[in-house]
């Protein structure tokens, strides 16, 4: 039996399949970072620096709190994919229920900590004091929206589980659109609206979600899609919770390391002063296009795993790593290669000072080459999330960041003396990444489904027939 909603990736063309469903969440991360370019000018040229640098200290915070909620949700993503391609949607719904009082739970203590505890954040990590206050007053404001925009994780978890891309899009589209809007409006008190100055941004993304999540739940109801957040019935959500958290935790503690681990290699950067900084950011700028492709790619190979895996459709997980690393291999090379032979006039883009350009292209001729390198980690990473294995990337992410990129950049850059040792602990831990999660990979260890495929289903192949010549095993 066939689901009526959603898509059904246990069929059909992988390719097709694979296109079809990046297309609208690459379309998001580009509106995404669009946004951030126009809130940026905002506040930079209109509001001055210490806006522009309240703003600045205050995204580390926020950035860890949501990478949380972005952790949970992954985990949702994996089993709501995995029941829906097992055509198990008793368990389907447990998950939905599970989920949605589990991310809202969260939210709400996280923003009550980080409410309380502002001040506090912002005095440890150094904040000048010149803009400790207004720092504090925009985090609070900012954190109202952590509640709404874990809900928005949630609700783009659940349909993207189900092979839905698109309807997401729409309204984060319309909610990016609305905050561009109020924006001014709510900066320099437009239409008789009260001035606000930096924390009218604030309150814009809190309205404009706000209203997003309402409105996506409310379509979602009208439409009568299973995966639609509701009030969830407690009594049978013990195990499901249990499994939830299981593969949610150590999702939560990866995105979580990795935020907390360019603080650090940012602190090692900084301690060659400003120029390095500055030169660091620009070239941030061109790796968050570039990362674009890999990690939208990534979130669809996983979501293909997790339903073909469901289904038993071993076969198919195969044919997904070769599409995927194809797809996302071939993008992120043509940008790789743009941006080795042209670092310059990409940099011109964000600064003008030669002293800065020169170490941001010498970043660019070392990090921008490793590109491809971290497109294929995010298509064998996919592979082993979807398969519900998040505490293995976990792992991955502890051995790149913490053994490999942060002290060696340390030890490297300081025996070079200069942040060139920096560029190469980055390249180095791409690396070193992209060799353990291949080799856990290709060894197939992943392979066991959490969900198991309803009865009425045909009879899956037996993995080890799969598996049996690449793995070695009989």
Not at 10 to 25: C, D, E, L, N, W
Not at 59 to 78: C, K, N
Not at 99 to 124: D, H, R
Request: glycine share 10%.
């Amino acid at each position: 039996m066939k689901p009526s909603f959603g898509r059904d990736l246990t069929t059909g063309s992988i390719p097709r399949h694979i296109v079809a469903f990046s297309i609208p969440m690459l379309v998001g991360s580009f509106l995404q970072t669009a946004y951030s370019f126009v809130n940026a000018i905002w506040v930079g040229r209109f509001l001055g620096t210490e806006a522009l640098a309240a703003v600045t200290v205050s995204f580390p915070v926020v950035f860890v709190l949501f990478s949380i909620g972005m952790g949970l949700t992954m985990a949702t993503s994996i089993l709501v994919s995995q029941s829906y391609g097992a055509k198990r949607m008793d368990e389907l719904r447990r998950v939905v229920d599970s989920s949605t009082l589990l991310i809202y739970a969260l939210g709400l203590v996280l923003t009550l900590l980080g409410e309380w505890l502002a001040p506090t954040i912002l005095t440890l990590m150094a904040t000048p004091p010149e803009i400790h206050a207004e720092s504090v007053s925009y985090l609070r404001i900012f954190l109202l929206s952590m509640p709404l925009g874990f809900g928005l994780f949630l609700t783009r978890s659940l349909l993207q589980g189900v092979g839905d891309s698109k309807t997401p899009l729409y309204f984060q589209a319309a909610s990016l659109l609305l905050t561009t809007v109020l924006d001014p409006i709510l900066i320099f008190g437009w239409m008789g609206l009260p001035k606000l100055g930096l924390n009218g941004t604030a309150w814009a993304t809190v309205f404009s979600q706000l209203l997003a999540l309402t409105s996506l739940i409310i379509y979602l109801r009208k439409k009568d899609v299973p995966v639609a957040p509701r009030m969830p019935r407690l009594g049978h959500l013990g195990p499901t919770t249990l499994k939830t958290l299981r593969i949610g935790v150590p999702a939560a503690v990866q995105q979580s390391l990795v935020s907390i681990g360019m603080v650090f290699v940012t602190g090692i950067v900084n301690s060659f002063g400003e120029v390095a900084t500055a030169a660091f950011g620009a070239a941030s700028r061109i790796d968050q296009i570039a990362f674009m492709p890999a990690m939208t790619f990534g979130m669809a190979v996983s979501t293909l795993a997790g339903q073909n895996l469901g289904a038993g459709r071993y076969d198919r997980v195969q044919e997904i790593f070769k599409w995927g690393c194809l797809f996302s291999g071939g993008i992120t090379l043509v940008i790789s290669l743009v941006a080795v032979s042209f670092p310059e006039a990409l940099l011109r883009i964000f600064i003008s000072d030669p002293a800065v350009i020169a170490p941001g292209v010498s970043y660019l001729h070392i990090v921008g080459t490793t590109y491809v390198l971290f497109a294929l980690i995010f298509v064998s990473n996919g592979i082993i999330n979807g398969a519900g294995r998040t505490f293995v990337t976990t792992v991955f992410s502890l051995v790149s960041l913490w053994v490999v990129r942060v002290p060696v950049a340390y030890w490297l850059s300081h025996r070079m003396n200069s942040v060139t040792g920096v560029w190469l602990a980055m390249a180095l831990s791409f690396a070193v990444s992209l060799a353990v999660s291949m080799a856990y990979y290709f060894s197939g260890r992943w392979r066991t489904p959490l969900v198991k495929k309803a009865p009425e289903g045909p009879a899956a192949p037996n993995p080890g027939e799969v598996f049996g010549h690449e793995t070695g095993e009989a």
